[in-house]
């Protein structure tokens, strides 16, 4: 059965290219025929166009006017089942890829914080190509076999049936063999790509961290756990050339044994009379046109093991199913006022993991400035990511507008959160592009207002292009406030009711963070606020400060008000400016 199912929606993706499929089939099909009748026609020449008498000058003549009409049909057919049948399979591979990565961004924080990102990037590539080639000959190469097989059965039986016998009597046992060892390749080739996975996984990681590696001199380190992950590799792909050597030398030595059986036993029945010459010649020339139907099977075999353990592995990342998605008959929000409210909220990781904190009780009002702060691993940011339902709640629920937020499109939950973290991520283009992420669409002179109101624009205009700078991967060409502004008009550009602030300057130097705190009051301005900091002197003005601990709220009030009341607020407030000195 899992093997039924995987192969129904391997066929569904089949169906837009369903006129070329068949083209392509019957043009293979077609070149078949043509490849059977060459051995006829030089089995007519020899039998009737040469004999004592002389040559048949007009046989000849006609027979080469078959010839090469036969040659013109063969072309013909081979460039549209080359080309068109190749590009029918190029695009099953793109959707395939489509749908992977369209179902990848489904997936929450929570699987792609368990998945590495070369496994993924492996799967999204190498395993499709693969498919790809199984897409394109495996229907292609599984009907060229069967009409030259058949068809030169049919052909050589008429001939001598006793010789033919000989041929289809070795030809089960050479594809038992076949199917034997085709196994084996298959487990070979998926070892292969999960080696070649942890690969990329290894030079993704190493890659990104460049900086950190070579400011820590750690490059032997790096080397030596790359040396690991290649020998593995290395290791994998011995094991399946060994398989492979096996494999195609032993179908080499099938296809010998039956050239050997043909001519030993033709001519035992050519010394009885029961076989002519000519026809032992027509025997032998049916032998290569087998051949290469038996070549073209095991390179299917090949093409299905590399295609079966890629889609294999396509599925099982279509199969891990979103633990976030929309509910039936979801609402859509408008007119957002921006209360949010925590009913008896808790989460936990997994149904094994201990809850991060429980019985959150929160009630924001809308253009409330609200300060999350606390100890590290108290949950600051996992409770405000449950708001645009990066995380699903474990117990509760949130509320925006009194709706909960469970029963709000996902899509219009988050075109109406706005976030701005520390660890800031710019892609790789433009300045005006990264701020266009925000608000798709949108004109220049938007654009130009959201990097005004971040205190970015003065900076942008003196960077070469412009708005038009490129910046690099992940903005490497920018400081950390230059990057932070461009994240903070990206948000100015969205617009949203809501607003999250994780730690937006805890990584910037003080000249830097005067600027991105300026323009993050004035993001702040009249809209819901949830600011996570550790650098307490930016939420002093906080209408509300709740303090978070292992056990939940542990305290909730005013600046003032926390730091008379000498509790774990004050405590806080104290290490950071009146540390102990030793």
Request: charged letters at 20%.
């Amino acid at each position: 059965m899992y093997f039924v199912d995987i192969l129904k929606k391997f066929i569904a993706y089949y169906k837009p290219y369903k006129k070329v499929l068949f083209a392509d089939l019957f043009f293979a099909s077609l070149a078949s025929v043509t490849v059977l009748a060459y051995p006829m026609l030089v089995n007519q020449i020899t039998n009737n166009a040469i004999s004592d008498e002389g040559i048949a000058i007009e046989l000849v003549v006609k027979m080469v006017l078959i010839f090469g009409l036969l040659m013109v049909v063969e072309y013909a057919s081979n460039f549209y089942t080359d080309y068109f049948g190749h590009v029918m399979g190029a695009k099953i591979e793109s959707d395939m890829r489509n749908d992977l990565f369209e179902h990848i961004q489904k997936l929450s924080f929570q699987y792609h914080d368990n998945t590495r990102t070369g496994q993924l990037m492996s799967r999204i590539t190498t395993d499709l190509f693969d498919v790809s080639e199984l897409a394109h000959h495996g229907p292609e190469d599984t009907v060229i076999s069967m009409v030259r097989i058949m068809g030169s059965f049919f052909i050589l039986v008429n001939i001598n049936w006793m010789l033919t016998l000989v041929i289809f009597l070795i030809l089960p046992l050479m594809l038992i063999f076949a199917y034997h060892y085709s196994i084996k390749m298959k487990n070979a080739l998926k070892k292969n790509k999960e080696r070649i996975a942890d690969i990329n996984s290894q030079i993704e990681d190493s890659l990104s961290g460049i900086r950190v590696v070579q400011s820590f001199a750690n490059e032997e380190i790096e080397m030596d756990k790359f040396r690991s992950s290649n020998h593995r590799f290395l290791e994998s792909r011995k094991s399946g050339y060994r398989v492979e050597a096996l494999f195609f030398n032993g179908l080499t030595g099938f296809i010998s044994f039956i050239n050997i059986s043909v001519v030993i036993v033709g001519a035992i029945l050519i010394s009885y009379n029961q076989l002519l010459l000519t026809e032992l010649i027509t025997f032998l020339l049916y032998i290569n046109t087998l051949i290469d139907p038996v070549k073209r099977l095991v390179n299917f075999t090949n093409n299905l093991q590399n295609g079966v353990a890629g889609f294999e592995r396509f599925m099982e990342i279509l199969a891990v199913k979103p633990d976030i998605m929309d509910a039936k008959n979801v609402t859509v929000l408008s007119d957002v006022k921006g209360k949010v409210e925590f009913v008896n909220v808790g989460f936990q990781y997994s149904s094994e993991s201990n809850y991060v904190f429980s019985h959150i009780n929160i009630t924001v009002n809308p253009g409330e400035y609200v300060a999350l702060v606390g100890s590290s691993g108290v949950g600051k940011t996992t409770l405000c990511s449950l708001i645009p339902r990066f995380y699903e709640t474990s117990e509760g629920l949130i509320k925006i507008d009194d709706t909960n937020i469970k029963t709000i499109k996902l899509k219009s939950l988050r075109d109406h959160i706005g976030i701005v973290q520390q660890d800031i991520y710019l892609f790789s283009g433009t300045v005006k592009e990264n701020i266009l992420y925000g608000k798709p669409g949108a004109t220049d002179e938007e654009i130009i207002t959201a990097a005004r109101n971040a205190n970015a624009h003065e900076f942008i205009m003196g960077l070469p292009g412009g708005y038009n700078a490129y910046i690099g991967q992940r903005g490497v060409k920018l400081s950390g406030g230059q990057k932070q502004r461009i994240s903070i008009a990206r948000v100015f550009l969205k617009n949203p009711a809501i607003l999250i602030l994780d730690e937006a300057t805890s990584a910037l130097d003080n000249e830097s963070e005067s600027l991105v705190q300026q323009s993050l009051e004035k993001l702040a301005k009249n809209r819901t606020t949830f600011v996570i900091a550790h650098r307490l002197s930016t939420i002093r003005n906080a209408q509300r400060i709740i303090v978070l601990s292992d056990q939940g709220i542990a305290e909730e009030g005013t600046h003032a008000n926390l730091i008379k009341i000498d509790g774990v607020y004050a405590k806080l407030y104290n290490m950071q400016f009146n540390p102990v000195t030793l």
